[in-house]
Structure formats: structure tokens, C-alpha cells
């Protein structure tokens, strides 16, 4: 089964903060992306990933970067976190556009 | 971009009824339409998908359906349980880049 592991489950932060929220699979899967969840808007894409090195803006990429040196790892960050980014944050991977995602168990963020 | 819209947002159904979430999108190039479900508390998890070449594609108590002409697609599940009570998500991706547009969710109850 491919694994897809987010480091925290909950996170509280105070604004302006700078925050790292850590996304790794196992399965060597060339594609990696962040979402975050918010009730009656569904899932949006923050930052997607095909290759390491790669990155590509989602639909709501302001007020967000991410990083990807390795293959197995991709990074959000909040350079300055702030209290509409209060959310959960779900991470996923894939093997290719053939394929369905593999989703994180999510980070659920609140900034205070 | 792509645009999906999802109906209905709440659905309730008898245990033993069929349930019917309907998805359009707006880019004729998309070609690959997932379906997530999203139990309470965890992650999103593929359900059943269907590409462009096949209209439908059923597995046990679960069907998709694939109107490309109408860029609509539903899923259909009978004989509902209450473990059937969960999110649903359906996306839509376009071939060549792994970017995946997801409706807003429908919030499913199944009542015994």
C-alpha cells in the first residue's frame, strides 16, 4: 500500500509565524501535491509537483512556496502565516496521470 | 482553468436506497474523473474512476457514468448502508499534466 505521511495531525501557530508542514511517500511516486480543505469549497490546489526540483502553481498559490529536493518529500511552507490560512491541509502523490491520488491523513492547521 | 461543479452539496437517503451525486466540467480535454470518498476525521480515498473511452463503469454496489459530449458524469451507488455516510469528491484531469480539479463535495447520510 503506498503511504503517504504528513508530519503533524494538528498545528497551532501564532500570525506571522513561518510554518513547514512536511509531506513524504514511499512509493517513489513522481507526482506531489498540496491541498488545503475548507467547508463548502471543497479541495484547492495550492502547489503541485512533478519531478524534484519542479514545482508548479496551483489555484491558490499566494501566501504559500513548497519544496521538493527529494523525490520522497514535499514541503509547504507559510512564509508568514495568517489567520485565513487556517485550514486543513491535505497532501497527495501519484503515479502518473493514469493514475488516482493517494491522499495524506491531512494537517489541520488554525493560526491564532 | 477547469471548473467542476458538484450536486447536490447534502443528500440523505433511506439504508437500502440508491444515491446519485452528479459532476460537470467545463475543459473538453479532460479525460479522467475519479471519485473520493471522505469518512469523518480522514483522508479522501479513490473510490472508483472512469476515462473518456468507456461511458460506464460499475463496481459491486458503486457506478460511474460518462457523458463527454454533455461534460457530465455521475455516480451512482444501490442499496446504501450507513457506512456509506461520508464526503464524496469527484474530480476531473486533463491529459499530459497531473493537475486535478475537484468539485466541492456532497455530504452523504445514509439513515437506518
Known amino acids: 500500500d503506498v503511504k503517504v505521511t504528513q508530519s503533524s495531525r494538528y498545528l497551532v501557530k501564532r500570525t506571522g509565524e513561518k510554518v513547514f508542514l512536511e509531506c513524504v511517500q514511499d512509493?517513489?511516486?513522481?507526482?506531489m501535491f498540496w491541498y488545503r480543505q475548507d467547508p463548502g469549497l471543497g479541495l484547492r490546489l495550492i502547489y503541485f509537483?512533478?519531478?524534484?526540483?519542479?514545482?508548479e502553481k496551483g489555484d491558490i498559490p499566494e501566501g504559500y512556496s513548497v519544496s521538493r529536493e527529494k523525490k520522497e518529500r514535499f514541503s509547504l511552507i507559510l512564509e508568514s502565516a495568517s489567520t485565513n490560512q487556517t485550514s486543513m491541509y491535505l497532501c497527495?502523490?501519484?503515479?502518473?496521470?493514469?493514475?488516482?491520488?493517494?491522499f495524506g491523513s491531512g494537517t489541520r492547521l488554525t493560526v491564532v | 482553468g477547469e471548473n467542476v461543479e458538484q450536486h447536490p452539496s447534502t443528500l440523505s437517503v433511506q439504508e437500502g436506497d440508491s444515491a446519485v451525486i452528479k459532476c460537470t466540467y467545463s475543459?473538453?480535454?479532460?479525460?479522467?474523473f475519479p471519485w473520493y470518498k471522505q469518512e469523518l476525521g480522514k483522508r479522501p480515498q479513490l473510490i472508483i474512476d472512469?476515462?473518456?473511452?468507456?461511458g460506464e463503469k460499475k463496481d459491486q454496489r458503486i457506478a460511474v457514468t460518462l457523458n463527454k459530449t454533455a461534460k457530465h458524469f455521475s455516480l451512482h451507488i444501490t442499496e446504501t448502508q450507513p457506512e456509506d455516510s461520508a464526503v464524496y469528491f469527484c474530480?476531473?484531469?486533463?491529459?499530459?499534466?497531473?493537475?486535478?480539479?475537484f468539485g466541492t463535495g456532497t455530504k452523504l447520510q445514509v439513515i437506518p
Open positions: 509537483s512533478y519531478d524534484v526540483k519542479m514545482k
Open positions: 512509493m517513489d511516486h513522481e507526482n
Open positions: 472512469i476515462r473518456s473511452n468507456v
Open positions: 474530480a476531473a484531469i486533463t491529459e499530459g499534466y497531473q493537475k486535478v480539479t
Open positions: 497527495a502523490s501519484s503515479a502518473g496521470t493514469r493514475y488516482g491520488y493517494t
Open positions: 475543459d473538453s480535454a479532460s479525460n479522467y
